[in-house]
Nanobody, 119 residues
């Protein structure tokens, strides 16, 4: 089994920054891709950013130039650096990972971390 634990959420003023972390643990041979998604109240979960094992990244248009996704393969940890935060970035942020355990590939989700951008 694999567990993903997010951390780093909180309350921040508009224009501020936060760094989210997603630590993966358990039966992990390799992590092919990691991603961050978010879900605001009353809205569907949406993609924020992804990063694959080769380092290629992809971002939602709404966060390009403000958010940066990265990963540390030695620690099985992903990060989302969020700068110039806006009130519309307020949501629960979830990480996911496509994990290869030596036999199969499965996608796992974290429990989510709240990000609130407010004055």
């Amino acid at each position: 089994q694999v567990q993903l634990v997010e951390s780093g959420g909180g309350l921040v003023q508009p224009g501020g920054s936060l760094r989210l972390s997603c630590a993966a643990s358990g039966r992990i041979f390799s992590i092919n891709a990691m991603g961050w998604y978010r879900q605001a109240p009353g809205k569907e979960r949406e993609l924020v950013a992804t990063i694959i094992s080769g380092g290629t990244t992809n971002y939602a248009d709404s966060v390009k130039g403000r958010f940066t996704i990265s990963r540390d393969n030695t620690k099985n940890t992903g990060y989302l650096q969020m700068n110039s935060l806006k009130p519309e970035d307020t949501a629960v942020y979830y990480c996911n990972a496509q994990v290869y355990n030596g036999y199969t590939r499965q996608i796992y989700w974290g429990q989510g971390t709240q990000v609130t951008v407010s004055a």
